[in-house]
């Protein structure tokens, strides 16, 4: 009776092992298949939304002064109300959500085309450059623009990037910077100068793809120009010190 006891309890005890392991099986591999799946956003980010897009917003949010928390993907009151101050000072709707307006003015272009439905988040435009044009891009910021706000610096970048793309210009970063005229900071050897952390961040988010003047091609600083033809340019937008015109 007592070995039929023994044999009963020894059973029970396998069995009970054998179903804890079973169970720590199928939440082990619910763990590693959530790991595995690629994380699919809304775009439209508001409270309660979590994953990589979040961590991006807080992270832009936070490098400009809005956000002063963790920036850990995820949601919350404090990034909603980061969220609501940068609206307030950008002239937005006032909503701490995160739709296509506040993703144009942070400058996360590929949240944009996801929702117009034109990309995903994996695309890139500073692929087709090299460490070489973004060290050179963050110099003529830094030269051009070292005293503007942060998205004034990215501004001068995107006009660079822009003239790259355009058919009236050089088609690379060097022979747009270098281009006879085209830039006071390279006649007065400015360009010469080494660029900061702040430039070099810049000159990332213009690769990215952030464009603030919307394709301009010009800019200038109306209390020091001197060209008049540069006055008859159509201003597009108005950064800090500079009129961005196309």
């Not at 919350?76 to 003015?105: C, M, P, S």
Request: with cysteine; charged share 15%; glycine share 10%.
């Amino acid at each position: 009776m007592k070995k039929a006891l023994k044999i009963s309890a020894a059973a029970v005890a396998l069995a009970t092992l054998c179903t804890a392991g079973a169970i720590f099986s199928i939440e082990r591999t619910k763990e590693e298949n959530f790991a595995l799946t690629p994380c699919v956003q809304t775009a439209v980010l508001k409270q309660g939304a979590t994953g990589g897009e979040v961590k991006e917003l807080q992270r832009r949010l936070k490098q400009w002064g809005y956000y002063n928390g963790a920036v850990d993907g995820i949601y919350g009151k404090q990034t909603v109300e980061a969220v609501k101050y940068f609206q307030r000072k950008n002239g937005l709707t006032v909503d701490g959500i995160a739709g296509k307006a506040t993703f144009e003015a942070l400058g996360m272009n590929d949240s944009v085309k996801v929702l117009d439905g034109t990309g995903s988040s994996s695309s890139s435009s500073s692929s087709n450059y090299t460490s070489s044009d973004l060290y050179l891009l963050a110099k003529c910021i830094y030269a051009e623009a070292r005293g503007e706000s942060y998205t004034g610096q990215v501004a001068v970048g995107a006009v660079i990037l822009n003239r790259v793309r355009s058919t009236k210009f050089p088609n690379t970063i060097s022979g747009v910077v270098y281009q006879t005229g085209a830039f006071t900071a390279v006649s007065d050897g400015q360009i010469n100068l080494a660029p900061d952390k702040t430039a070099m961040n810049a000159a990332q988010d213009a690769l990215n793809g952030w464009d603030p003047t919307y394709g301009c091609l010009y800019y200038y600083n109306p209390a020091v120009a001197t060209s008049s033809w540069i006055f008859s340019r159509k201003t597009v937008t108005t950064i800090g010190k500079h009129v961005f015109a196309i």
